[in-house]
T-cell receptor, first 116, second 117 residues
Framework: GAGVSQSPSNKVTEKGKDVELRCDPISGHTALYWYRQSLGQGLEFLIY????????KSGLPSDRFSAERTGGSVSTLTIQRTQQEDSAVYLCASSRRTGVYNSPLHFGNGTRLTVT | AQSVAQPEDQVNVAEGNPLTVKCTYS??????LFWYVQYPNRGLQFLLK??????LVKGSYGFEAEFNKSQTSFHLKKPSALVSDSALYFCAVRYLISSGSARQLTFGSGTQLTVLP
């Protein structure tokens, strides 16, 4: 079946420009996560959506970062006024439920963002 | 602090030898522990998890991991390594966030495993 789809796969932008990254989760998955993977830094949690609950935004590094999830499905991560330190691979993941805590996350292949 | 640590950035092992990738954690309450693998230019793939029950859990591709509560560890193991096992491995732990509304998944920094032919 279809997995988590992210677009674009690569994005090069100039410093100061805004970017939007898109994530299509697996159909029926209620939980959606955004992570950032920087070279040698591991995975950094950004934001988490679960159903209709208020998202957990505790991982967003600054107010330039925002995300929304429309209709409980597609999510968009927006970075305003991009900076060079925003360059990273942005990973989206979804899972069936988090209430029982044991559902593994299914990751997309990520969007590689390069800010020049 | 609630965290997960992978003390080795790089592990090299000869093909056919056993491999171990180390992971330790620090959380409040009972941890739910996971291992993920990332092949080059690919997203992370789930390998195995520990929720409760037997301390030794088995997962995909012949991998297993042992939960050790006293040592707060969850090391990934495989009896006989393959060249195709070469990848980046991440340990992850779920913990109860302060609001109590959900558990977040925190990842270690990753360990690059290289299996030499």
């Amino acid at each position: 079946g279809a997995g988590v789809s992210q677009s674009p796969s690569n994005k090069v932008t100039e410093k100061g420009k805004d970017v939007e990254l898109r994530c299509d989760p697996i159909s029926g998955h209620t939980a959606l996560y955004w992570y950032r993977q920087s070279l040698g830094q591991g995975l950094e949690f950004l934001i988490y959506f679960q159903g209709n609950s208020a998202p957990d935004k505790s991982g967003l590094p600054s107010d330039r970062f925002s995300a929304e999830r429309t209709g409980g499905s597609v999510s968009t991560l927006t970075i305003q006024r991009t900076q060079q330190e925003d360059s990273a691979v942005y990973l989206c993941a979804s899972s069936r439920r988090t209430g029982v805590y044991n559902s593994p996350l299914h990751f997309g292949n990520g969007t590689r963002l390069t800010v020049t | 602090a609630q965290s997960v640590a992978q003390p080795e950035d790089q592990v090299n092992v000869a093909e056919g030898n056993p491999l171990t990738v180390k992971c330790t954690y620090s959380v409040s309450g009972n941890p739910y522990l996971f291992w993920y693998v990332q092949y080059p230019n690919r997203g992370l793939q789930f390998l195995l998890k520990y929720i409760t029950g037997d301390n030794l859990v088995k997962g995909s591709y012949g991998f297993e991991a042992e939960f050790n509560k006293s040592q707060t560890s969850f090391h990934l193991k495989k009896p006989s390594a393959l060249v195709s096992d070469s990848a980046l491995y991440f340990c992850a732990v779920r913990y109860l966030i302060s609001s109590g509304s959900a558990r977040q998944l925190t990842f270690g920094s990753g360990t690059q495993l290289t299996v030499l032919p």
